[in-house]
């Protein structure tokens, strides 16, 4: 089954303690991209890839980092968490320009 | 500065009748336009798209309908299902580009 995978659904931390999420994806996508959602503000993208180790900024990527080493695997690193990093985080994917983006189930982070 | 924006942060409809979302859209060059709806704690999933040569794009019960001049699109249900209520997403794209810019979205709820 085509999908996108995160890992992992929920996750609560405590301020400073670096976290990964990981993300996966099983149909050789070129792009991946990682997005936040939150109340009354819609889906804000962090960072992007269009390829193995070619990543790019989002709109709002202070704080994270990404890293594309793999074609499939898209991780999202927070080297010292803060509470304004809890958020719905949601990877993407993409195999042609101009089509539609496959979603991963999100990930609920909670920052204390 | 919003780009595309969704000026509706709710609607409610009663089931059986026709839902109306809008759009609308700044930027002259995004070449798709795209529906996506989101159920919570799902990520999103795409709907129904529209390439700006079209001005209207069908499936089953879901129409979108693209008008360039105004730039504006709006994506009709009808009728409306109870299982329609969820969080609806406008994204719009440039031509050739994965990158994608999304609305703030519009809480639907179809009321039985």
């Known amino acids: 089954e085509a999908q996108v995978t995160q890992n992992p659904r929920y996750l609560i931390t405590v301020t400073g303690k670096k976290l990964t999420v990981t993300c996966s994806q099983n149909?050789?996508?070129?792009?991946m991209s990682w997005y936040r959602q939150d109340p009354g503000l819609g889906l804000r993208q962090i960072y992007y890839s269009m390829n193995v180790e070619v990543t790019d900024k989002g709109d709002v990527p202070e704080g994270y980092k990404v890293s594309r080493k793999e074609k499939r695997n898209f991780p999202l690193i927070l080297e010292s968490p803060s509470p304004n990093q809890t958020s719905l985080y949601f990877c993407?994917?993409?195999?042609?320009?101009?089509?539609?983006?496959?979603f991963g189930s999100g990930t609920q982070l909670s920052v204390l | 500065d919003q780009q595309v924006k969704q000026n509706s942060p709710s609607l409610s409809v009663q089931e059986g009748r026709i839902s109306i979302l809008n759009c609308d859209y700044t930027n002259s060059m995004f070449d798709y336009f795209l529906w996506y709806k989101k159920y919570p704690a799902e990520g999103p999933t795409f709907l129904i798209s529209?390439?700006?040569?079209?001005d209207k794009n069908e499936d089953g019960r879901f129409t979108v309908f693209l008008n360039k001049s105004a730039k504006h699109l709006s994506l009709h249900i009808v009728p409306s299902q109870p299982g329609d209520s969820a969080v609806y997403f406008c994204?719009?794209?440039?031509?050739?580009?994965?990158?994608?810019?999304f609305g703030k979205g519009t809480k639907l709820s179809v009321i039985p």
């Open positions: 994204a719009a794209g440039g031509a050739g580009s994965y990158q994608l810019t």
């Open positions: 149909m050789n996508h070129e792009y």
């Open positions: 529209i390439s700006s040569i079209k």
């Open positions: 993407a994917s993409s195999g042609t320009p101009g089509e539609k983006l496959f």
